[in-house]
């Protein structure tokens, strides 16, 4: 399984940027896809998630009317769209997929979001 995260750079505040995650090696359908987020000296968070047929979506109250999660089944493509960024979103954005109920849980290497003037 390969996860594989693009997108990332280095936006000013109030900018906008899109990430997305390539998915192979799996039947992406079956898995909830979620983006979380490690700044320095921090946790890794969850920042949003997508279930994988209804398309169910949550996200951390941080993100909420900022960020979009959304998935191309089509595509085993996974995209956050991240609006009105602020310095405090900087960190190292990583893709996940779980299959609900097992123990099939695949990260990608991460890509960078760095918000600054």
């Known amino acids: 399984v390969q996860l594989v995260e693009s997108g990332g750079g280095l936006v000013q505040p109030g900018g906008s940027l899109r990430l997305s995650c390539a998915a192979s090696?799996?039947?992406?359908?079956?898995?909830?896809m979620s983006w979380y987020r490690q700044a320095p000296g921090k946790e890794r968070e969850l920042v949003a998630r997508?279930?994988?047929?209804?398309?169910?979506?949550n996200y951390a109250d941080s993100v909420k009317g900022r960020f979009t999660i959304s998935r191309d089944n089509a595509k085993n493509t996974v995209y956050l769209q991240m609006n009105s960024l602020n310095p405090e979103d900087t960190a190292v954005y990583y893709c996940?997929?779980?299959?609900?109920?097992?123990?099939?849980?695949?990260w990608g290497q991460g890509t960078q979001v760095t918000v600054s003037s």
């Open positions: 997508i279930t994988g047929v209804r398309g169910s979506t």
């Open positions: 996940n997929a779980q299959l609900t109920r097992t123990s099939y849980d695949y």
């Open positions: 090696g799996l039947t992406f359908s079956f898995y909830v």
